[in-house]
């Protein structure tokens, strides 16, 4: 063939030295400290996650990832934060980590200067698990989906109300809650509670993905001071819209780790398990839908790194970006879930293996801010249809 | 990661840009044949045709990332090709330039890349489709002569073709089927040779039966080494990458899908307002979406001179699905009209969604099935073993 000859690239759409380095660091502490055995112990304990290791990772730089420097983080972005949620993701690491890098987002987003001093340090070293309390009873990611009104009380705003599918509810200690203003469906605000103010009762439970907690946060009366709201009142749908599609390319790059190990187990299985005198990945039976679970998931994963990539670099491109990943990934996920159980035969039901376990978090992370309908039919808005 | 240009390769952009703006007018028809003429002579002279073939044979040198950005460019504009001879720039051209004499170099690649004449390519045969290392065709050497009997089927433009990359069977004792391979290059107008066309179901007939009959090839015109002919076709095939211009014209498909959605109805109303119908486009866009980044992921690999593995047969099924789905999705946004074929007054667009519906084997069958693709992604990417 003609020889490619030697270019100064610029168009580079792999990852550097630097995050590969970072991977295996995730990869060398997951494996000794959060192996599946380990996994399973700890789903099963109250808070869901192990407090010692959670500090840990915070030494490690991981829970600030994307915190400037200034404010205690590593100051690194989004691709890097891609890498860490696919190692996280690939051992069902059951941590807060998502939803504290959500709540962070949204102060780093949306916050003055003093309200970052104020909280992202202690989110960065552990001290403090945040969240995002957006979604209510209408399970509607649309505006007019949040009806939690807040009542202006001199500098307070007063809430009274649930806000529903909150993750890791009952661990986090600042949430960052979604109400509402007034009648324009637009009139929104952010606030920073915390869980120690007073009307303030939050409780979380396993999920169908046992390493994953949901839960409710209830206000009777709490005040959120006009201090700890992010922006201006009745202005900040555009703030929560950007939440949500950080919060899609998150769960996605969870999904990504998490539907890479459940191939390889399924692979490995099927190179193990002989049957009619041949190991049955042998057979084109098994062989095509191992192959098709590959080209989705590669596909997932370009759409995710692209839309990762927009979020410093391209942020109009962002919508779009994040819910063709979303939507693309969670179908693919759903279909590996279910062909990595039904390919390991009779032993992928029991409760021994783990391959279930991917099952599970495919079923989780389906509605996790937004499912395929939801994000298919926001891509056709957005193209004008 | 990054997805910007080097200030060189957004110079070369410019400079494709206002050569288009020049020699491609609003409005010009692409079939109109003193036009064509006239380009091909014009992107010929750019070195625009063969443009990342080596300088010394008369391509243009071209890196991949400008070879990208060309192939953009031209995909934007619905520019005609660049160059005539589809398969002779595809596949001929780069296993000639690779494995050819000085004098066989000399003698095609100029031809290739004036598009002087049509190469067509015999590798199917009746009983070796997906198998194509079992081919039968014989072959025997005669002096300064190949003698060859057999037969090649599914031989696209085999009618309209000067020449032709034909593979053979010298040894048939060779302890791998893969082994007594030997490729030759064949002029048509050879005695023995019979081109039979066979039409398709959709109504043309693009490929044909060739048969052999003591047809005699001059031993100068084998293409590398007796016994090396499936090595010079696997990596001529895989010079036939997927590639960006591919995805420009799927993007495209797709306007004129959404196109079509706007002007049909559904229980009397607008088809675009049909939940199902916007997520079947979404889904499409998706998948499109998904072909271009996977593929510039490939691109990142090949710069970095990273192996590759197969990871084209990603992008291969993606488009099958594609060219599957989009076919039968017009129709049924055409409801009971889709049933029309082109001739009645009631078809839709002179049916040619009629027409896409049925002539997608073309692109999902040719250069292996969705099968064989799903094959080479399970043994060499996942290495499972071979069946």
Request: aromatic residues 4%; glycine residues 24%; hydrophobic residues 40%.
């Given at each position: 063939m003609p020889e490619v000859r030697a270019v100064e690239v610029q168009v580079d759409f792999g990852f550097s030295e630097e995050q590969e380095l970072l991977r295996s660091e995730v990869r060398k502490l997951l494996d000794a400290r959060a192996p599946l055995e380990q996994v399973r112990k700890t789903m099963e304990t109250g808070p869901g996650y192990e407090p010692d290791l959670w500090r840990e990772l915070a030494e490690l730089g991981w829970l600030g990832l994307t915190i400037p420097e200034g404010f205690g983080g590593a100051g690194l972005g989004w691709v890097d934060l891609v890498v860490l949620l696919q190692e996280t993701g690939r051992s069902l690491f059951p941590s807060p980590l998502i939803s504290t890098t959500l709540a962070a987002s949204a102060i780093l987003d949306a916050g003055t200067e003093e309200q970052k001093q104020r909280w992202l340090p202690s989110l960065a070293d552990g001290s403090r698990i945040g969240t995002l309390a957006l979604l209510e009873a209408s399970d509607s990611l649309a505006p007019t989906g949040i009806a939690l009104l807040g009542k202006a009380d001199g500098d307070a705003f007063v809430l009274s109300g649930q806000k529903k599918f909150v993750a890791d509810a009952g661990a986090a200690n600042l949430f960052v809650v979604a109400f509402r203003t007034g009648g324009g469906p637009q009139d929104l605000a952010l606030g920073v509670l915390d869980?120690?103010?007073?009307?303030v009762t939050a409780s979380h439970s396993a999920t169908i993905d046992a390493t994953k907690r949901l839960g409710t946060l209830s206000l009777d009366e709490a005040r959120i001071p006009k201090s700890a709201l992010l922006g201006e009142p009745g202005k900040a749908w555009p703030a929560i819209e950007r939440l949500l599609d950080r919060g899609a390319i998150a769960v996605t790059a969870e999904l990504t780790g998490a539907a890479d190990a459940a191939l390889s187990l399924t692979v490995q299985y099927a190179k193990d398990r002989i049957q009619f005198g041949a190991p049955i990945g042998k057979y084109q039976g098994v062989k095509h839908p191992l192959a098709e679970m590959y080209v989705d998931l590669e596909s997932t994963k370009s759409l995710l790194y692209y839309a990762a990539w927009a979020v410093a670099e391209s942020p109009s491109e962002v919508p779009r970006s994040a819910s063709l990943a979303k939507a693309y990934g969670t179908d693919a996920f759903t279909r590996i879930g279910i062909d990595g159980v039904q390919l390991h035969g009779a032993v992928g039901y029991t409760a021994e293996y783990d391959i279930q376990l991917y099952l599970k978090r495919a079923k989780w992370a389906r509605?996790?801010?937004?499912d395929s309908d939801f994000h298919y039919e926001r891509v056709a808005c957005l193209g004008g249809l | 990661m990054d997805f910007r240009l080097s200030p060189e390769e957004e110079a070369f952009r410019a400079e494709v840009r206002a050569f288009l703006d020049e020699n491609l007018p609003e409005g010009q028809s692409r079939m109109d044949f003193p036009f064509l003429m006239e380009w091909n002579k014009k992107v010929r002279a750019k070195r625009w045709v063969g443009f990342s073939w080596p300088k010394e044979v008369g391509g243009g040198g071209g890196s991949l990332m400008q070879q990208v950005v060309l192939k953009e460019e031209m995909s934007k504009r619905k520019a005609p090709p660049l160059g005539a001879c589809f398969m002779g720039l595809a596949w001929v051209g780069p296993a000639i330039v690779h494995y050819g004499t000085e004098a066989q170099k000399q003698r095609f690649i100029p031809d290739i890349l004036d598009g002087a004449y049509q190469w067509c390519t015999g590798y199917s045969e009746p009983d070796t489709?997906?198998?194509?290392?079992?081919?039968?065709c014989k072959c025997v050497r005669e002096g300064d002569q190949y003698v060859v009997n057999g037969q090649k089927i599914w031989t696209s433009i085999a009618m309209w073709s000067k020449w032709m990359i034909l593979l053979v069977r010298t040894d048939p004792k060779a302890a791998s089927k893969h082994d007594g391979i030997t490729c030759l290059l064949v002029e048509m107008s050879t005695p023995g040779i019979d081109v039979r066309p066979i039409q398709n179901m959709s109504g043309s007939s693009m490929f044909a039966e060739v048969f052999f009959n003591d047809v005699r090839v001059p031993?100068?015109?084998?293409?590398?080494?007796?016994?090396q002919g499936w090595q010079v076709t696997v990596s001529a095939l895989a010079s036939e990458r997927s590639s960006i211009a591919e995805v420009t014209a799927m993007f495209r498909k797709l306007e004129e899908l959404q196109e079509l959605a706007k002007k049909c109805t559904k229980d009397g109303a607008p088809a675009t307002s049909d939940s199902k119908v916007r997520r079947q486009l979404a889904v499409f866009e998706a998948k499109i979406e998904a072909m271009k980044l996977n593929g510039l992921r490939s691109l990142t690999q090949q710069l970095r001179g990273e192996p590759m593995q197969g990871e084209t047969s990603v992008n291969k099924l993606l488009r099958a699905e594609l060219e599957v789905d989009m076919g039968d999705f017009a129709l049924e946004l055409l409801g009971s009209a889709g049933a029309y074929w082109k001739g009645s007054d009631e078809t839709v667009d002179g049916g040619r969604w009629q027409f896409g519906a049925l002539n997608w084997p073309e692109v999902v069958i040719g250069g292996g099935t969705p099968n064989i693709q799903r094959n080479i992604i399970a043994e060499r990417i996942l290495h499972l073993p071979k069946d």
């Open positions: 869980a120690g103010a007073p009307g509605p996790a801010f937004g | 489709g997906s198998d194509l290392a079992a081919l039968q031993v100068e015109n084998r293409l590398g080494a007796e016994g």
